[in-house]
C-alpha cells in the first residue's frame, strides 16, 4: 500500500508551484503538522523526494533542480546543528570542566 501522503503530494502537488503547507496537509489527513513533518521526514529517509521546508510548502519534485533546492535546505540545517552542538560542548565545559573519555583512577 502506498503512503497517503505520497498519492496527495504524487496527485495534486507536483511542482513547486503546486505545493502545499503542513497545515493544509494536517487537515487534509486529520492530524496534526507536527505528525506530517514526521511523516515526511520519516518517507524522506527511506528515499522518498518530497521537496519543501515546514517553513515552506512540501510537493513532489518535478526537476532535478527542484530536489536540489530541498537538498541544500537539508544541508544548511545540518551545519547549522553542528555549529550549534559545538557551541554547547564547548558552554559544556565552561560550566562543568571538559569531559574526560575514562574516568580517573
Do not use: C, W
Not at 10 to 20: L, P, S, V
Not at 54 to 68: L, W, Y
Amino acid at each position: 500500500m502506498t503512503d497517503p501522503i505520497i498519492l496527495e503530494l504524487k496527485a495534486y502537488h507536483r511542482g513547486e508551484q503546486n505545493g502545499i503547507s503542513a497545515s493544509e496537509l494536517a487537515a487534509r489527513f486529520r492530524t496534526s503538522e507536527r505528525q506530517i513533518r514526521a511523516r515526511i521526514r520519516d518517507l524522506r529517509l527511506t528515499g522518498v523526494p518530497i521537496a519543501g521546508t515546514p517553513s515552506e510548502r512540501f510537493f513532489f519534485p518535478r526537476t532535478r533542480e527542484e530536489a536540489e533546492h530541498t537538498r541544500l535546505s537539508i544541508h544548511s540545517r545540518r551545519e547549522a546543528l553542528k555549529e550549534l552542538e559545538d557551541a554547547f560542548v564547548e558552554g559544556m565545559d565552561i560550566e562543568f570542566g571538559e569531559a574526560r573519555l575514562f574516568a580517573e583512577v
